[in-house]
């Protein structure tokens, strides 16, 4: 066997514009694939990532986003002194804030889009200790931070620009990240400097909490249910709230996988193509190996192997292209607040290996019915041919 | 010469056929690619040719405007007509997901004026007079609610909001036309009264009499409310469609990239089979030489014969979208009104289908015509 598929490697060279073409051919599939994959998982990502098992949201009972939710302080206050609530000496660790949605242009002078406001107090940076600001500036005042990938798609948000929203100019002191979680999408501002721009004193639209267990969700609803004040509070995971937000990239995997069905479909009969004309340049060798006792089954697998090796190799050629989108910044409308989401492509290394295998799995179908034909042929015939 | 380009074309039967597919299937994909540009390029366009502006707060559409507006900028010179709306965002109870219908509150009397590139069924509107729940759906869009839900005229749907609290009731009354397909309009006061009547409004459509006079109209309004409680922002219809648009991110030239790649791809596949076929045919291209045919004969030969492989592949992918996808039969659910092959899709898959033909031909048509004819026939396979 050894024997044979050394054989079946060494003709992949001596038809190399041949094997060359069809892996190209394959390696444009695997690269479509990925980039449309990556592109879904960087949104993915933003939901997987941002808070964690133990963070809360409280938010008005019938929104499902912060966009269209109000907390009176009143019901915040007492929402904040439910047991559940993790605690440090100052006090609960809760995050209240204003959610407001603002339109600002592009940097090239493109159409506007939306972007996100997030009204927040010191304790906004408690709970999120993944937000790093440059040189640990906060907002007061005027001042304002913005999340790091936003400058680059909206005009006016480097540091030291002016910005103007709502009723006034805004400063913008400084950058800051959040390991790629959803917050690194929003400008942040002091709370009740933005309560008071757009006309929402004494509310905000949503109160994150810290969880001493995760068991203590329920129990926090059934809490908020017992007051007059809370009762129009509901709280849930920070996670599933985040997840119900990457709708796109559902949207994105289901075309994706549409491509990518289509692309190797064509990919697979150009394989076929190749893999024919193989077979029937080598007849008379293929009668030759049968002569000497290599039986149908060792020809099926030999030319098979050579057909999933292009394949293989268009595959590994596809995600080499690929790979340079891993990490790239871009944005997209986040449906459920229709604002815009930054977030970068990401190559996870299991979509590499999916990439591999459709190669490997284009190169194998395309080659099955070739490989047929060279196992069955009689040796005579294969002999005999020209 | 015809003839021998045919026949030569089908000396492989399967090959070619194997060719032709694979040419035709991703032809096939480019097209539905170049179909979901072109939608969005249409929809802009047919909003270009609009008189109405839009007037939301100057903030972002998050942000509400008083209905007093209402009539300060019917007041504004060369406006000829003016409607409050709210976008609802309705979805169907239960099945948030399942249809994206565009569900807007809207004040009902400017509608027939204000909507005048939509066909209502005649006395829709006059119902909706008579019946606060009442409401108007697309035709497109009752179809699929009807198969998903089983919704008819003259039923009571209930629908939820991912921006409002309160789910409605509404009462279908009849079906329009237009250009955006999924819509269900139904009567602003209605939703004024579910929600305790705040006197809200999410934005303004406004006619403005002449084309030329629509910039004047934008600075007018917006000069009005400047340094107010609410200030606003004043822009054309083609512009408010825009800002969406780029909130989509950069997914058209996302799919201009892939489009070249599976241009890229079927040229490989295409290059591929005439190179096998040039190297089967060495020593008949050497003895059709000491025949009297020149090189460049040859070449045309071969490279007609490559372009007529591609063309059949378009014939098949291309033919296939255009049928798919006529007016008004495909729409993405709703989301892709103009979603169908134009004239100039069409022209665009066969032209990369020709070109596609011409590349993959040359390279081998060249060689074969370079090659001495005593190399040609020196050669044993």
């Known amino acids: 066997m050894g024997l044979i598929l050394k054989y079946n490697i060494r003709n992949l060279f001596v038809r190399r514009v041949s094997t060359l073409m069809t892996l190209a051919g394959v390696a444009m599939v695997v690269a479509v694939f990925l ?70 242009p592009r940097p090239d002078g493109g159409a506007p889009a ?229 977030f970068s492509f990401r190559i996870t290394p299991a979509m590499l290996g999916v990439g591999l295998g459709i190669g490997g799995l284009v190169g194998a179908v395309g080659g099955f019915l070739p490989a047929l034909a060279a196992a069955r042929r009689p040796i005579l015939a294969s002999l005999r041919a020209t | 010469m015809l003839r021998l380009i045919w026949k030569n074309a089908w000396r492989s039967r399967r090959r070619t056929v194997l060719t032709i597919l694979s040419v035709a299937v991703s032809l096939f994909l480019l097209s539905t690619m170049l179909c979901y540009l072109s939608s969005g390029e249409q929809q802009l366009e047919s909003a270009g040719a609009s008189l109405r502006v839009v007037t939301r707060h100057q903030t972002s559409l998050t942000f509400f405007l008083p209905e007093a507006y209402t009539a300060k900028i019917a007041a504004v010179p060369h406006v000829t007509v003016v409607q409050g709306c709210v976008w609802w965002g309705g979805q169907i109870k239960g099945k948030e997901m399942s249809l994206f219908m565009s569900t807007i509150a809207a004040d009902l009397e400017p509608t027939e004026k204000m909507w005048d590139d939509y066909r209502f069924e005649p006395g829709v509107l006059d119902k909706m007079r008579g019946e606060l729940r009442g409401a108007v759906i697309a035709r497109r869009a009752l179809e699929r609610a009807r198969e998903q839900e089983g919704w008819e005229i003259g039923k009571t749907v209930t629908m939820t909001s991912p921006i409002f609290k309160h789910d409605i009731e509404l009462l279908l009354l009849g079906t329009c036309e237009g250009p955006d397909e999924s819509i269900v309009l139904f009567r602003r006061d209605y939703l004024e009264k579910v929600r305790g009547n705040p006197g809200q409004i999410g934005y303004f459509w406004a006619r403005v009499d002449k084309a030329e006079n629509i910039p004047g109209v934008c600075r007018d309004v917006d000069a009005m409310f400047a340094n107010s409680e609410s200030e606003t922002k004043t822009e054309t219809e083609k512009a408010f469609m825009q800002s969406f648009m780029s909130m989509m991110g950069n997914i058209e030239d996302l799919v201009r990239n892939i489009g070249l790649a599976v241009v890229a791809m079927i040229l490989m596949v295409a290059a591929n089979t005439m190179a096998m076929v040039a190297r089967e045919r060495t020593t008949e291209h050497a003895v059709m030489r000491c025949l009297g045919f020149t090189r460049g004969r040859i ?48 022209a665009t898959g066969l032209l990369v289908a020709l070109g596609v033909g011409l590349v993959a031909g040359a390279a081998p048509a060249i060689a074969a015509a370079r090659r001495s004819v005593v190399d040609g026939l020196r050669r044993v396979d």
């Not at chain 1, 980039?35 to 019938?62: F, N, R």
């Not at chain 1, 929104?63 to 109000?70: C, D, F, L, R, Y």
């Not at chain 1, 268009?314 to 340079?324: D, N, R, S």
């Not at chain 2, 979208?321 to 103009?338: C, I, S, T």
């Open chain 1, 35 to 104: 980039v449309l994959m990556a592109l879904a998982q960087g949104i993915l990502s933003i939901g997987e990532t941002t808070g964690d098992p133990l963070q809360a949201i409280i938010l008005q009972k019938g929104t499902n986003a912060e966009t269209s939710s109000g907390i009176p302080d009143e019901a915040a206050d007492e929402a904040e002194n439910v047991g559940m609530v993790e605690r440090d000496p100052n006090g609960p660790i809760v995050a209240r804030d204003l959610f407001i949605v603002i339109m600002l």
């Open chain 2, 299 to 346: 070449a045309v030969l071969f490279i007609s014969e490559s372009v007529l492989i591609s063309l059949l592949g378009a014939a098949v992918g291309v033919g296939g979208a255009v049928l798919l996808y006529r007016p008004g039969k495909f729409d993405a659910g709703g989301m892709a009104p103009f979603f169908h092959m134009t004239p100039s899709t069409t």
């Open chain 1, 114 to 342: 939306n972007l996100v406001v997030r009204g927040v107090t010191g304790r906004a940076f408690d709970i999120r200790p993944e937000v790093k600001v440059d040189g640990g500036k906060r907002p007061r005042g005027s001042d304002i931070i913005v999340g790091r990938p936003l400058s680059k798609r909206f005009a006016h948000l480097n540091v030291g620009d002016k910005v103007h929203f709502g009723k006034r100019d805004w400063n913008v002191i400084g950058h800051f990240d959040a390991d790629g979680q959803a917050w690194e999408s929003e400008v942040w501002v002091d709370l009740p400097e933005i309560q008071a721009d757009a006309n929402r004193k004494n509310t905000v639209s949503s109160l994150f909490v810290r969880l001493n267990r995760p068991e203590d969700l329920e129990a926090l609803n059934e809490q908020l249910e017992k007051s007059a004040n809370t009762k129009q509070l509901k709280a849930m995971t920070v996670r599933d709230y985040f997840k119900g937000q990457t709708g796109t990239a559902q949207m994105l995997q289901v075309v994706g996988g549409f491509i990518t069905f289509l692309l190797s479909l064509g990919a697979g009969l150009g394989a076929m193509n190749t893999m024919y004309a193989a077979v029937g340049n080598r007849a008379r060798e293929i009668g030759t190996l049968r002569a000497l006792g290599f039986g149908r089954f060792t020809i099926l697998v030999s030319f098979l192997f050579e057909s999933a090796l292009i394949g293989l190799a268009g595959g590994a050629l596809g995600c080499l292209i690929a790979l340079p989108v891993n990490g790239l910044q871009t944005g997209t409308m986040n449906w459920v607040s229709f604002t815009e989401t930054a």
